[in-house]
T-cell receptor, first 114, second 117 residues
Framework: SAVISQKPSRDICQRGTSLTIQCQVD?????MFWYRQQPGQSLTLIAT?????????ESGFVIDKFPISRPNLTFSTLTVSNMSPEDSSIYLC???????????FGPGTRLTVL | AQSVTQLDSQVPVFEEAPVELRCNYS??????LFWYVQYPNQGLQLLLK??????LVKGINGFEAEFNKSQTSFHLRKPSVHISDTAEYFC???????????????FGKGTKLSVIP
């Protein structure tokens, strides 16, 4: 299995600011993903974080709003840019493949935008 | 593309009673199937998974699920629930290409299980 940590665990931010969320995996995984869970909803994939190259975004998500980095196999960041109250959600990263045959999730970052 | 339908958004059940949470999926390719649990204010924890082999899969905390290819279902069951099982349960699928865990998951909307003392 893989253990995934995220920082921060929660934050309250002002409209128009940006927040960067960090995700660390304790073992080498081939794939890392970022999901959003809006209040009372299921998880929606934002993007696949690719090592050393641009992330692959799902329909409805763009790089200018959610820039993602993945400098190595075990670390990724997601930035939520120019935030609005509609960005208030839980953001989760996951890792899988490589040494593990499933996806494991971090504890999530609970973001509130005022 | 894949889709997942969890037929019940909320399931109340008395403590020590059995429970079944239903999950149906649609896919044009073979799939891997997963159940995750989310306790209040926590992330997702893997309960069990079906990758191949026996269609009856046993997971943590006494849960099990059965893959039924003809009915495209992967229902989750537990013979006797505890108060601590109160949580939200998500069914998820990914395409069954090589390298399980390497592809994004498509989630159902979730089922909130409430165990009543």
């Amino acid at each position: 299995s893989a253990v995934i940590s995220q920082k921060p665990s929660r934050d309250i931010c002002q409209r128009g600011t940006s927040l960067t969320i960090q995700c660390q995996v304790d073992s080498q995984v081939t794939m890392m993903f970022w999901y959003r869970q809006q209040p009372g909803q299921s998880l929606t994939l934002i993007a696949t974080a690719n090592q050393g190259s641009e992330a692959t975004y799902e329909s409805g998500f763009v790089i200018d709003k959610f820039p993602i980095s993945r400098p190595n196999l075990t670390f990724s960041t997601l930035t939520v840019s120019n935030m609005s109250p509609e960005d208030s959600s839980i953001y989760l990263c996951s890792g899988g493949g490589g040494d593990t045959d499933t996806q494991y999730f971090g504890p999530g970052t609970r973001l509130t935008v005022l | 593309a894949q889709s997942v339908t969890q037929l019940d958004s909320q399931v109340p059940v008395f403590e020590e009673a059995p429970v079944e949470l239903r999950c149906n999926y649609s896919s044009s390719v073979s799939v891997y199937l997963f159940w995750y649990v989310q306790y209040p204010n926590q992330g997702l924890q893997l309960l069990l998974k079906y990758l191949s082999g026996s269609t009856l899969v046993k997971g943590i905390n006494g849960f099990e699920a059965e893959f039924n290819k003809s009915q495209t279902s992967f229902h989750l069951r537990k013979p006797s629930v505890h108060i601590s099982d109160t949580a939200e349960y998500f069914c998820a699928v990914s395409p069954a290409y090589s390298g399980a865990g390497s592809y994004q998951l498509t989630f159902g909307k979730g089922t909130k299980l409430s165990v009543i003392p």
